[in-house]
């Protein structure tokens, strides 16, 4: 089934059942107001939500409307845990050749992860907006999984079973701002504003044969300023599953429903697969030519995300965006427009 959370002026939304073909939905406030209210009793809930989906692809439900995008927010507009993982080491690897830097061996054994915000999610029309320009605006296009309750000490058969829904991820960077807080040995903070998410989140039997071995086997494509720019698969060059990262997330900790894990920025060894991130762009130029050519995203630019099925037809919905300036904010002191 295919779920959305609409807005209605509260900060967690209203909970919807959309359409298969993502063109109807219908409220579920008869079942549950909202997604989390969902996962966390997902095994009473989530049979009546899946009779609804049924029911209003048969065009048997009742208070059926036209689904808009405009008014979705993120699946889940808050979650208790969002944690990104990096499971394509292709994108790492590529980071430290083109700082000239020699890769871990570890990187291909222990995944990389990071804790991010949760608290303030994008909807997949929301603007990106931000202050300035020269942090080095980036989207990085990726897939995640929400999950159910995961136990500390889960192993990866474990930690398969717990996994409810997927989604689209457009994981904002601010490439420049990066390399400051890594120095200081305590991660992203600064350098990683509201992400934001396609519309639905969809169950895992709504990928049919495109969902195994705990990977997303299906081209990713992104879109900047209407040039198509990558559509690496993400089944390819994963690295690490989902129920690898999901399990590495919960070694010292339990994850409670409704935990999002990310894949990292989708990427493939094959450079005509385009990129899901402008930094993975401008390594290959900075390896090849020295130094990088392609710029980060300016104010008014443009970036759509999405992944078709094997008949060409969304599954998410898309993650579309524009870039905007913050108005007068005050930045480390000093008043910018």
């Keep these: 089934m295919k779920l959305a959370t609409l807005k209605d002026g509260t900060r967690d939304g209203q909970l919807a059942v959309v359409s298969r073909d993502l063109k109807t939905a219908v409220l579920a406030d008869g079942i549950a107001g909202t997604l989390q209210r969902a996962l966390d009793d997902w095994s009473f809930i989530a049979p009546q939500l899946d009779t609804l989906y049924r029911q209003l692809n048969d065009g048997k439900a009742r208070r059926v409307f036209d689904f808009d995008p405009q008014r979705a927010m993120a699946p889940l507009p808050r979650a208790y845990q969002w944690a990104d993982g990096s499971a394509y080491v292709n994108h790492v690897e590529l980071v ?105 989140a969809v169950t895992p039997d709504e990928l049919g044969d495109a969902w195994r071995d705990a990977k997303v086997h299906l081209p990713l494509r992104s879109t900047w300023n209407g040039k198509l720019v990558g559509q690496p698969h993400a089944g390819t060059d994963m690295v690490f599953n989902f129920a690898q990262l999901i399990a590495h997330a ?23 697969k385009g990129y899901s991130c402008i930094a993975e762009q401008r390594c290959l130029e900075t390896i090849a030519d020295g130094k990088p050519a392609t710029p980060f995203m300016a104010f008014g630019d443009t970036i759509r995300i999405e992944m078709h099925d094997g008949d060409g037809k969304s599954i998410f919905g898309a993650i579309d965006q524009v870039v905007r300036q913050l108005g007068a904010v005050e930045v480390a002191g000093e008043k910018s427009k």
């Design 96 to 200: 430290r050749k083109a700082r000239k830097a020699e890769m871990p061996a570890s990187f291909w054994e222990d995944p990389l992860m990071y804790q991010g915000g949760s608290d303030d999610f994008l909807g997949p029309c929301d603007p990106i907006v931000l202050a300035r320009e020269e942090w080095g605006i980036d989207f990085e296009a990726e897939v995640a999984v929400i999950t159910d309750d995961v136990p500390m000490g889960a192993t990866p058969s474990d930690a398969f079973q717990q996994i409810r829904l997927l989604a689209l991820v457009n994981d904002v960077s601010l490439r420049n701002l990066i390399p400051d807080e890594l120095a200081k040995g305590f991660g992203f903070f600064q350098s990683k504003p509201a992400t934001a998410f396609a519309p639905v």
């Design 250 to 272: 919960a070694k010292t900790r339990n994850l409670r429903a409704g935990t999002i894990i990310g894949s990292g920025t989708v990427s493939n060894q094959d450079p005509k």
